[in-house]
């Protein structure tokens, strides 16, 4: 290594994206050293030109040109000296900028160390403590984020994640427990409890690698434990920064998760699909959101909608969910198409405010999660004309919801993981796995 930083010549060094310059004593002890190899390829040259004329030279010609022994002893401990000159300083500047390159994870340590000393038994925070508690908190996620950005190389590495998104997350956890939000408290459970499970894991991995430092690898991204761990974190708190933090999109969340729980009273298969993750699950799912919007184009999950088809709406004037004059003609025509067929089927005059959700509700969930195929099953008791006028939204629905998967699919990829986890229960966060560096 020593010998091609000295052939190289390069006076820098790259560590997780930030530029490291050597000494000027490490320089120059790389000059020096240039100097001394030059020196001896010149002593060989002439060592070489003496051999080769030996044979034509007299005795006393090849004794006054050829190298002495004393000569190349002494260029042998130039050479010697410059070498262990240089690569004593090259490797006290690398030390140091090893050293250096692991202050990310050093401070994050201390962050996390001030942000204990602040919290009671079993992480309570007591109340003279809490405005100090809420900036330590805010210290720790900002070195978080300074680390994944830097060491996060299996995902996108964001460093714009705030700590907004943990107090969020906390607030919903704290209002699940509250008896009126009973029924809806294991979806909000799943999505607040990780993003504060993926915190905790972090912090622990801090504790942990605070008695062993100097075995983290300066080049962050090579430390599995950290980088496994980032991964984990960054994933949950981009999913909290668009369904946790922002008020109108957890509510609509919350909302469709209840639909999809009756859904499963009404129509049993769809408990068998949610847990075995059946294929046909995923094409269940954006039928179910659609239908629930179009029951309600009112209610915040219009806000959900527009998220994933924003193409389909206009900007709101105050920055609200969107009105109903606000979307796309055709996002209309479904809405009042979807009136339409449930006036047939629950047999009420055109214009009619229908039930939310009334017979029609059900037929329109059972032919969602069974497809066109099992009619007696879903049809039963009802006039051709319905079944008909059900078949034609459907088909509608489905161009839809072709629509809401592919417009972008990375947002329904991720709101469809976010759906089945909380329909499944999730899996906690491990706050204490295995420890790697």
């Not at 030390?95 to 390159?101: D, G, K, Q, S």
Request: net charge negative.
């Amino acid at each position: 290594d020593v010998m091609e930083v000295r052939m190289d010549r390069h006076s820098s060094i790259w560590v997780n994206g930030e530029k490291y310059e050597l000494s000027s004593e490490a320089t120059a002890c790389a000059e020096r050293l240039q100097h001394a190899f030059a020196e001896l390829g010149m002593f060989l040259e002439r060592w070489v030109a003496a051999a080769r004329g030996e044979q034509q030279a007299s005795a006393e010609a090849i004794s006054a040109s050829h190298p002495s022994r004393t000569e190349l002893l002494s260029t042998l401990a130039v050479i010697d000296f410059a070498w262990a000159n240089f690569e004593h300083r090259y490797i006290t500047d690398l030390i140091a900028v090893e050293n250096r390159a692991r202050q990310l994870v050093a401070r994050a340590v201390e962050a996390e160390e001030w942000l204990r000393s602040l919290e009671g038994p079993r992480g309570v925070v007591p109340p003279q403590n809490l405005s100090r508690h809420r900036e330590a908190q805010r210290s720790l996620v900002a070195c978080i984020s300074q680390l994944n950005a830097v060491a996060n190389c299996r995902r996108k590495g964001r460093d714009d994640l705030t700590d907004d998104i943990l107090e969020s997350a906390i607030v919903a956890l704290k209002r699940s427990e509250l008896p009126e939000h009973a029924t809806t408290s294991s979806a909000a459970q799943v999505l607040a409890g990780d993003i504060v499970g993926a915190f905790g894991s972090i912090r622990e991995y801090l504790r942990q690698v605070k008695l062993c430092l100097e075995r983290v690898d300066p080049h962050l991204c090579n430390n599995n434990g950290l980088v496994s761990r980032l991964v984990d974190w960054e994933e949950s708190w981009e999913i909290g920064l668009r369904y946790v933090q922002q008020a109108d999109m957890f509510e609509a969340v919350i909302g469709v998760v209840s639909e999809f729980t009756a859904a499963q009273t009404m129509c049993p298969a769809l408990i068998t699909m949610c847990e075995d993750c059946d294929v046909e699950l995923f094409l269940v799912l954006p039928r179910i959101v659609l239908l629930s919007f179009l029951s309600e184009p009112s209610s915040k999950r219009t806000e959900l909608v527009k998220s994933l088809i924003p193409h389909r709406f206009g900007a709101s004037e105050d920055g609200s969910v969107a009105s109903l004059a606000k979307m796309h003609p055709d996002l209309q025509t479904l809405i009042d198409h979807y009136n339409e067929t449930v006036c047939i089927v629950e047999n009420k005059p055109f214009g009619a405010s229908p039930a939310t959700k009334g017979v029609a509700w059900e037929v329109f969930v059972k032919r969602a999660v069974l497809g066109p195929g099992d009619s007696g099953d879903i049809y039963g008791g009802h006039s051709l004309q319905s079944q008909k006028a059900v078949e034609d939204l459907m088909r509608e629905v489905e161009r839809w919801s072709l629509e809401v998967q592919r417009h972008c699919p990375e947002d329904w990829n991720q709101f469809s993981a976010v759906l089945v986890q909380c329909l499944t229960g999730g899996s906690p966060k491990d706050a204490a796995p295995q420890f790697e560096v």
